[in-house]
């Protein structure tokens, strides 16, 4: 049996709308690891906030958080992490030439703290910052770290100013870059060449897999680098047009109807 790596992202793939994974979901995912398949999470969170969900499948394999740039093993010390960071000059920078103009607030995250000027209800919802140490101030004062992850929310998002700031950091930045989220009034900060196929790919050396034998889906700009990168990607039916054309299949149920599981089982029964 070809042994496969299945790398998930959460929100929009295999969590549904109320952010639960589905019971038919979570039973065949423990059945896949059961056959020796490795399953697991390739996400923009942090590891706090999927913990819930890779306790909830029994997870002991390395996970890709922050779209790549810290890749460990919770279970397991010896496992190579990767560890990659912002240079938070280029955030203060950003902050300073920008706040106030085009942005109106910021979050950063660094290993052991949280950097933000406004306390944000959605990404404190999707960062879910539990116990970690807040520091709420203009982050051009308190930011002396390099955070793995720093979200910008636009004060109002245009074309124009997406192009702006895309060319600054062009400009005025040797690797840290912007990406949108398809919300549209959040930008991330992130480094060149630094995203969630590097961290798949990491993984898969680690367990001398095939990158033909990699599995990936997700439904989001963040998800382009994996699904670009894999030609057995899936981009979720309620994926983006722009995600959708970066896969090379698209599933044919959305992520409230077991679209992972749906689309996992008819691949797999073509490889066996």
């Not at 906030?49 to 740039?69: I, M, T």
């Not at 990659?84 to 103009?101: A, E």
């Not at 989001?220 to 309620?238: T, V, Y």
């Amino acid at each position: 049996m070809t042994r496969f790596l299945i790398c998930l992202d959460l929100d929009g793939t295999l969590l549904t709308k109320d952010k639960r994974i589905r019971w038919k979901s979570k039973h065949y995912i423990k059945k896949l690891i059961n056959e020796g398949h490795i399953v697991t999470f390739s996400s923009g969170r942090p590891f706090r906030s999927l913990q819930r969900y890779y306790e909830e499948l029994n997870l002991q394999v390395p996970v890709v958080c922050f779209n790549g740039a810290y890749v460990f093993n919770p279970h397991d010390v010896t496992f190579p992490s990767i560890c990659k960071r912002i240079p938070y000059q280029d955030i203060v920078n950003l902050y300073t030439n920008f706040y106030g103009t085009m942005l109106d607030s910021a979050y950063c995250e660094a290993m052991n703290n949280i950097y933000l000027d406004v306390k944000d209800p959605f990404l404190f919802f999707l960062y879910n910052p539990g116990q970690t140490k807040l520091i709420v101030s203009p982050i051009d004062k308190t930011l002396k770290e390099d955070p793995f992850t720093c979200v910008f929310h636009f004060k109002e998002y245009t074309n124009d100013i997406k192009e702006r700031m895309t060319k600054y950091c062009l400009e005025n930045f040797k690797n840290t870059r912007m990406r949108f989220w398809f919300h549209n009034e959040y930008t991330e900060c992130y480094i060149e060449n630094v995203n969630k196929a590097t961290g798949i790919k990491h993984v898969a050396d680690f367990y001398n897999i095939n990158y033909d034998n990699i599995i990936v889906f997700g439904d989001a700009e963040n998800d382009i680098d994996m699904l670009e990168s894999f030609k057995n990607s899936f981009a979720m039916k309620n994926a983006l047009d722009t995600v959708k054309k970066s896969a090379h299949f698209i599933t044919k149920k959305d992520n409230d109807h077991n679209g992972v599981i749906f689309e996992l089982k008819r691949f797999l029964k073509k490889k066996n």
